[in-house]
């Protein structure tokens, strides 16, 4: 038998694959076992942000570019103020996080970065094969997303689909200290869409237009939208574009755990990390990569106890509901803000909370709709 060239193969050196690859760095377990990271693109623009929230302290905070304590959600009729309690929301760019962990891992003789596109994987062989070479390993992590999810007839798919400008202006403009997690006072006609705030100073923030829908959109609309809202909404006179980041996340109750195998490990977007319900993946990339290195030291199944049965029903009956009536997300997520703290909030998205806390927010949401919903995915 051939002795494969690496222990383990991780394919995509993003946010999933830079995380795994740290901690398999800095845990004496994995010592002396060859890793590869091959993405295509040499990770050095900022062609994303990552925001989280977290109490207190944070393995990330010495990177984290700015933090919040309060928020707000905006709505009609409804100017809500967002008390965060002992969370705290962060933005990370990930400039940053690619610098800070691929300068960690080359600093180590064990680990290599390689430019290539990976165009399959064959289990058999245990061989990627790339557009420059071939690479063998005992596992691969894969992060490339797969197409499956798209014509699955039994799961709903919603696309989180944005365009953001980092705006500069003239004069102070913004509040730095609170942040706006959804303002809907500029929709898209019958969609989910809503303006998304984060003010870095008093003369700049980051200001995203934002979709939760079934359909994608030209990117002129995303040009309209944002410039009527910060011209009409936020009045602003003198302002410019310094940066610009766009994004298509897939929300969606496809199960992937189906596409994992014995020596392939689906992770990141690709394996279904990106929380159903709301699009956020940082905190859930942490948890689960926690969870791989767990299942390698033991033995286990790398897949052993990351997926979350319970929630996947929620995200599945809340995606069902928006997916076949769109237009209801501004009354869904108002009522979710407006009758639930934040920390509840949190808690139910980080899959934290039991069953009573989980009735409250269910029934905080309440609408026909989700009777149908429940049905239909039962």
Same mark, same amino acid.
């Given at each position: ?21 740290? /901690? ?15 993405? !295509? ?12 929230? %977290? ?42 996080? &690619? #610098?800070?962990? *691929? ?19 064959? !289990? ?25 999810? *798209?014509?699955? #007839? ?29 303002? &809907?006072?500029? #929709? ?10 984060? !003010? ?7 200001? /995203? ?8 959109? /030209? ?35 496809? !199960? ?18 990106? *929380? ?75 899959? %934290? ?23 239909? #995915?039962?």
């Amino acid at each position: 038998m051939i002795v494969p060239e690496y222990y383990y193969v991780i394919v995509g050196g993003g946010l999933a694959g830079l995380q795994l690859a740290s /901690e398999i760095q800095r845990n004496v377990f994995f010592h002396g076992k060859k890793v590869a990271i091959i993405d !295509p693109s040499l990770k050095t623009e900022n062609d994303k942000t990552w925001c989280f929230w %977290e109490k207190g302290d944070g393995q990330w905070d010495h990177i984290v570019h700015k933090s919040w304590n309060k928020g707000k959600f905006v709505a009609k009729d409804i100017d809500k103020s967002l008390k965060l309690g002992d969370y705290t929301y962060k933005m990370i760019r990930s400039i940053d996080l &690619y #610098k800070e962990l *691929k300068d960690q891992l080359r600093r180590s003789d064990n680990f290599y970065f390689i430019q290539d596109e990976i165009e399959k994987i064959d !289990p058999v062989t245990r061989t990627a094969v790339g557009k420059k070479a071939n690479y063998t390993a005992t596992h691969f992590f894969d992060s490339r997303p797969t197409e499956a999810y *798209k014509n699955d #007839k039994n799961s709903n798919l919603i696309y989180q689909h944005f365009k953001g400008w980092v705006v500069e202006t003239e004069n102070e403009s913004f509040d730095p200290d609170v942040f706006t997690m959804m303002d &809907y006072r500029l #929709k898209y006609e019958d969609s989910t869409s809503f303006t998304y705030i984060l !003010p870095i100073t008093s003369k700049k923030a980051l200001i /995203e237009y934002t979709f939760f829908t079934p359909f994608l959109t /030209e990117e002129t609309v995303y040009d309209e939208m944002l410039t009527r809202y910060i011209e009409n909404i936020l009045q602003l006179k003198h302002w410019k574009i310094t940066e610009t980041e766009k994004g298509v996340i897939p929300m969606t109750d496809f !199960p992937f755990k189906k596409t994992n195998s014995r020596h392939i490990t689906k992770i990141g977007t690709g394996g279904g990390w990106v *929380k159903p319900s709301s699009g956020y993946s940082f905190r859930n990339t942490e948890k689960k990569v926690q969870k791989i290195i767990e299942n390698l030291k033991a033995g286990f199944a790398t897949t052993k106890g990351i997926y979350n049965r319970k929630f996947r029903k929620y995200d599945a009956i809340f995606l069902d509901v928006l997916y076949n009536n769109n237009e209801l997300g501004e009354s869904l997520f108002s009522k979710l803000y407006s009758k639930n703290s934040m920390e509840e909030i949190f808690r139910f998205l980080d899959e %934290e909370t039991g069953f009573n806390e989980d009735l409250k927010i269910m029934l905080s949401l309440y609408h026909p709709e989700f009777i149908r919903s429940f049905f239909r #995915k039962l």
